[in-house]
């Protein structure tokens, strides 16, 4: 334990390193624009979804499980909105209505996994483009963009006095209640012990598979969460709301520490993670730089974060045999 709480200290202060790094030479890079506070609120906007759905996928991920429909998840609970916004009804009903349709996707996603042992990156692609086929089938390739303005300013304005958008205090709030879950209850401990060793863990009482299923509900009422966040930030309910935002999520996660294997990770690791991906995309953008490198870019990030671990740890058995007699 002593070891794994050494590694993750070692891989946050790498992360903190490359974050400290990124402000500097995007200051430099961008003539000061960078750390500007109207660019640190678009920043904060950019990265809102992301590091609302990596909250989840996290405890997802260190369970030994992926979710790649995330996205398609956000863009059908966007598609849903403007449906049900067109159909007459109040928003006040519409995001609860929204939220429960993204539990029920990731309930669907669960039963897969656990009920029918199907492995979850299997299911989940599939999923990803059953739910983005639906969100086409609801609201079509229109779009929805009369949403009232005290709804869409959430997602276009700072809160008073500062230049923190307002997802992001959203983020922060619930990150604080994903760290007590993770980190310091008796659930997050049987997350853990699930990745680490599924069998040995239901051996031990944990129930394994309701503690699968409710991390999959949990991931498909975040992942709709971010869609009400995404629809009121561009004021437009559209179907390919979020296409690729799985990508994002996914490297996030990844970079911030957490083992595709599962058992391994923090929540503060992750919020790193998500942070230095949009800071690198951000001063990217202000460089002029095209979408299309930016999609690489991320993809690079992505096999880092897979390979990394991997490496550092065949050094150090490398390096324990050598010094072994």
Same mark, same amino acid.
């Given at each position: 334990?002593?070891?794994?709480?050494?590694?993750?200290?070692?891989?946050?202060?790498?992360?903190?390193?490359?974050? /400290?790094? @990124?402000? /500097?030479?995007?200051?430099?890079?961008?003539?000061?624009?960078?750390?500007?506070?109207? &660019?640190? !609120? =678009?920043?904060?906007?950019?990265?809102?979804?992301?590091?609302?759905?990596?909250? $989840?996928?996290?405890?997802?991920?260190?369970?030994?499980?992926?979710?790649?429909?995330?996205?398609?998840? *956000?863009?059908?609970?966007?598609?849903?909105?403007?449906?049900?916004?067109?159909?007459?009804?109040?928003?006040?009903?519409?995001?609860?209505?929204?939220?429960?349709?993204?539990?029920?996707?990731?309930?669907?996603?669960?039963?897969?996994?656990?009920?029918?042992?199907?492995?979850?990156?299997?299911?989940?692609? #599939?999923?990803?483009?059953?739910?983005?086929?639906?969100?086409?089938?609801?609201?079509?390739?229109?779009?929805?963009?009369?949403? $009232?303005? &005290?709804?869409?300013?959430?997602?276009?304005? $700072?809160?008073?006095?500062?230049?923190?958008? =307002?997802?992001?205090?959203?983020?922060?709030?619930?990150? /604080?209640?994903?760290?007590?879950?993770?980190?310091?209850?008796?659930?997050?401990?049987? /997350?853990?012990?699930?990745?680490?060793?599924?069998?040995?863990?239901? !051996?031990?009482?944990?129930?394994?598979? %309701? @503690?699968?299923?409710?991390?999959?509900?949990?991931?498909?009422?975040?992942?709709? *969460?971010?869609?009400?966040? =995404?629809?009121?930030? !561009?004021?437009?309910?559209?179907?390919?709301?979020?296409?690729?935002?799985?990508?994002?999520?996914?490297?996030?996660?990844?970079?911030?520490?957490?083992?595709?294997?599962?058992?391994? #990770?923090?929540?503060? #690791?992750?919020?790193?993670?998500?942070?230095?991906?949009?800071?690198? %995309?951000?001063?990217?953008?202000?460089?002029?730089?095209?979408?299309?490198?930016?999609?690489?870019?991320?993809?690079?990030?992505?096999?880092?974060?897979?390979?990394? $671990?991997?490496?550092?740890? %065949?050094?150090?058995?490398?390096?324990?045999?050598?010094?072994?007699?």
């Amino acid at each position: 334990m002593a070891e794994r709480l050494r590694g993750f200290a070692r891989w946050e202060t790498a992360l903190v390193v490359l974050l /400290v790094l @990124v402000a /500097v030479v995007g200051q430099a890079r961008t003539g000061g624009d960078f750390l500007d506070g109207g &660019n640190l !609120f =678009y920043l904060g906007l950019d990265i809102g979804e992301v590091a609302l759905i990596a909250l $989840p996928l996290t405890l997802v991920v260190v369970a030994g499980e992926i979710d790649l429909s995330v996205a398609s998840v *956000l863009g059908l609970s966007s598609a849903v909105m403007g449906e049900l916004w067109n159909a007459g009804w109040t928003i006040e009903a519409i995001m609860p209505t929204v939220i429960v349709l993204g539990a029920v996707c990731g309930l669907v996603n669960g039963l897969l996994v656990t009920r029918l042992g199907l492995p979850s990156l299997a299911v989940t692609i #599939g999923t990803l483009a059953l739910y983005r086929g639906l969100a086409l089938v609801v609201l079509g390739d229109g779009a929805v963009a009369d949403f $009232p303005s &005290n709804f869409t300013q959430f997602g276009t304005t $700072p809160v008073p006095g500062t230049w923190l958008p =307002y997802p992001i205090v959203l983020c922060a709030v619930l990150a /604080v209640g994903f760290a007590i879950t993770l980190h310091a209850s008796s659930f997050g401990r049987s /997350v853990f012990a699930i990745g680490s060793n599924e069998e040995g863990a239901r !051996f031990s009482g944990i129930r394994v598979k %309701r @503690v699968k299923l409710l991390l999959f509900v949990l991931t498909g009422a975040m992942a709709a *969460l971010a869609g009400i966040v =995404y629809t009121f930030r !561009f004021s437009s309910a559209r179907a390919d709301n979020g296409v690729g935002l799985e990508l994002a999520v996914v490297a996030a996660v990844l970079l911030g520490g957490v083992s595709i294997f599962g058992g391994r #990770g923090s929540l503060g #690791g992750v919020l790193a993670g998500v942070l230095l991906l949009g800071g690198l %995309r951000n001063v990217l953008i202000l460089d002029d730089v095209s979408t299309e490198v930016l999609t690489v870019v991320t993809g690079l990030l992505l096999l880092v974060s897979v390979l990394a $671990p991997s490496l550092t740890a %065949r050094i150090r058995s490398t390096s324990t045999g050598r010094r072994s007699p």
